[in-house]
């Protein structure tokens, strides 16, 4: 049977026409679910990323709480930059402090930009500058955050500091040198520190 000539010339440069055809759409088509893929993604990357931002916040202002940063000997430039007002440089005078073993976060809700995070203490103590109370429940302390210029900043104040009980036999130690008048607490507070030592 008499062939055309260059007919098959013609047929091999088609199909690899249709074969680069092939192959460039299979690769836009990849390149479009990825895209989309991408696009879909974004947000839940997003929304990880604040949340492990919105948890670091909270972690570092009870470590510095737990720390002591809040009360009156403390170092409250430390936890300053944690909060969203910019006019006040200090906490309010608090008239008792929690004395706390602990605190774990339970629960974070994030929508757009702003937070919502849950702590809980384990509260042994509650300590005045009058008298210590040995306590033992769980409190729970609720955080408001805003996202402000790409920061996350607490919104409002935690009423009173909740502090290690370390923390709370430096600070009544400190009330001493400077009220040596006022009753001292410091026995009773080195006595609940046997106890937990005991209990452990």
């Not at 696009?39 to 972690?59: C, E, G, Q, Y």
């Not at 004395?99 to 976060?105: A, D, L």
Request: glycine residues 4%; negative net charge; charged residues 25%.
């Amino acid at each position: 049977m008499e062939t055309i000539p260059g007919l098959r010339e013609y047929r091999d440069i088609s199909d690899t026409k249709i074969n680069n055809y092939r192959f460039i759409l299979n690769n836009l088509a990849l390149s479009f679910v990825v895209l989309v893929a991408i696009a879909i993604s974004r947000p839940s990357i997003s929304h990880a990323l604040d949340k492990t931002r919105v948890v670091n916040v909270i972690n570092e202002y009870c470590k510095l709480d737990f720390s002591g940063a809040r009360t009156p000997y403390g170092d409250y430039e430390k936890i300053y930059h944690l909060m969203a007002w910019e006019n006040e440089r200090s906490d309010p005078g608090w008239d008792i402090f929690l004395i706390v073993t602990g605190y774990k976060i339970v629960e974070e809700i994030i929508e757009n930009n702003s937070a919502i995070v849950t702590v809980e203490y384990n509260v042994i103590g509650e300590l005045s500058f009058r008298k210590l109370e040995v306590v033992h429940y769980i409190d729970k302390a609720t955080f408001n955050l805003l996202n402000k210029n790409n920061e996350w900043k607490i919104t409002k104040y935690i009423i009173s500091p909740r502090i290690s009980l370390d923390t709370a036999l430096f600070v009544e130690q400190e009330r001493m040198k400077d009220h040596p008048e006022k009753t001292n607490l410091t026995a009773q507070l080195q006595q609940l520190q046997v106890q937990q030592d005991t209990a452990r």
